[in-house]
């Protein structure tokens, strides 16, 4: 008689054994010319990885027994890419309000409290494209109202939004440049708004025992909402202000000194006319540098010297996809070395655009100990390169996130296999 109890045990002991041996894996990069980011270049480099994360970078780095080698002699090896300003997972279909889950009403606009990565879909099918070029790590950004929500940075693993989690939150995000979408009339008006939130917060914090017993005046927001942006005015939460006109940028820069907020600028179209004022505050910047034509009034002064504009003054900078058609944040969260590319091709040095898409937003964001680098005791997200990342023609031969690498297909793969071969095409001679 079949004993079913042995052979389920027999299956579970075998597969336990089988993730032991892949989560044990040790795999040796060697022979690239390796970008720390964190240091200076390594010619000849070796990148070991043991457990999922990066246990030894350098020149002459023994390679342990039984490693998996994977030979980058003539390539290029870095940290996987982190952009820094995405709705990946949580936005699927643009014109379909199911697959939208980057937005919430919250009271008057604001939603402090709102944590978007709860709706993230890790099944998305934007993440293997993201991971094929190279993007390893992102983070998922709020938008809508006045104060959008809290944002997390997340790694581009298969598994549950815990399983892709790699901090939370990371930021508290406002959106400071469009009056309308905050339900209000004119600029002055969202300012104002915003500084009320601010002072209600500093009164909810120290008034919490008369706010339960109802013996407050209203606020503008909720408890909720309020308990959430008390790590904002204490300074341990950053404040990413998404904003592109110069006298906006001014505006939340004198609001973020009234209040001692940590700032952070998002998209900033005009920040570069602010260069000086905003490396003297040390306030960075996550912007682009495809978008050479204003979208709209607040942004006439749209450059794509602006990445590198605002590194030569000084401020620290991360890019993100503004290519302005409003599929960067999602559907072609991807296309980031193209970002990194064209900030190059406008101003900003080579190694400044690999840093500003990897460890400056790691860092931005308080993971710059996890992502970013190639250091020990990292993450072992790391992409070997066929030549230069930032040139359209280069490809990633090898994405390793957590140690894990990564050869899947994905649905542009399958599409182009699908039409390439169809009857009557040049590929395929037509039937007889």
Do not use: C
Not at 85 to 105: P, Y
Not at 114 to 142: C, D, H, I, Q, Y
Not at 386 to 415: M, N
């Amino acid at each position: 008689m079949i004993s079913y109890k042995l052979i389920t045990r027999t299956v579970i002991t075998l597969l336990g054994s089988t993730a032991a041996t892949l989560n044990a894996q040790t795999i040796a990069i060697t022979g690239g010319k390796v970008y720390p980011v964190s240091g200076p270049v390594i010619e000849n480099g070796t990148v070991i990885i043991t457990n999922g994360k990066i246990s030894a970078v350098g020149a002459n780095v023994p390679i342990p027994a039984g490693a998996q080698r994977i030979d980058a002699t003539g390539k290029i090896v870095t940290p996987g890419f982190v952009n820094s300003s995405t709705q990946l997972g949580v936005q699927e279909i643009a014109q379909v309000n199911d697959t939208r889950d980057m937005t919430a009403r919250g009271k008057d606009n604001i939603a402090a409290a709102f944590t978007v990565w709860e709706g993230l879909n890790p099944n998305s099918v934007m993440m293997a494209p993201a991971r094929k070029e190279g993007v390893t790590s992102f983070v998922v950004v709020p938008t809508g109202g006045l104060i959008a929500g809290q944002a997390a940075l997340v790694d581009v693993v298969p598994g549950t939004t815990t399983d892709m989690l790699v901090r939370a939150p990371v930021a508290m995000v406002a959106e400071v440049g469009d009056p309308q979408s905050a339900g209000l009339n004119s600029r002055g008006e969202l300012i104002v708004k915003l500084r009320e939130v601010l002072e209600d917060t500093r009164y909810f914090q120290s008034h919490r025992d008369a706010f339960d017993r109802a013996q407050t005046r209203p606020f503008a927001a909720s408890r909720l909402d309020l308990q959430a942006l008390i790590p904002v005015i204490e300074g341990r939460l950053p404040l990413l202000v998404t904003v592109d006109r110069e006298a906006d940028i001014d505006a939340a820069m004198r609001l973020a000194r009234d209040y001692n907020v940590k700032l952070m600028i998002g998209s900033g179209a005009e920040a570069w006319m602010m260069a000086d004022k905003l490396a003297a505050a040390h306030i960075p910047v996550l912007t682009g540098a495809e978008n050479n034509i204003p979208a709209g009034f607040a942004a006439l002064g749209q450059r794509q010297e602006n990445a590198g504009l605002l590194r030569k003054a000084g401020v620290e900078v991360a890019l993100i996809g503004n290519a302005g058609g409003g599929d960067e944040e999602a559907f072609n969260v991807r296309n980031l070395r193209q970002e990194a590319g064209n900030a190059v091709s406008y101003g900003m040095t080579w190694d400044d655009a690999l840093r500003a898409v990897t460890l400056a937003p790691a860092e931005f964001f308080g993971a710059g100990d996890r992502v970013g680098s190639l250091q020990p005791g990292r993450e072992g997200n790391v992409v070997v390169w066929s030549g230069d990342p930032f040139e359209f023609t280069t490809r990633a031969e090898h994405v390793f996130v957590r140690g894990r690498e990564y050869h899947e297909k994905t649905r542009q793969d399958l599409l182009i296999e699908r039409y390439r071969n169809l009857p009557g095409t040049h590929n395929t001679p037509p039937p007889q």
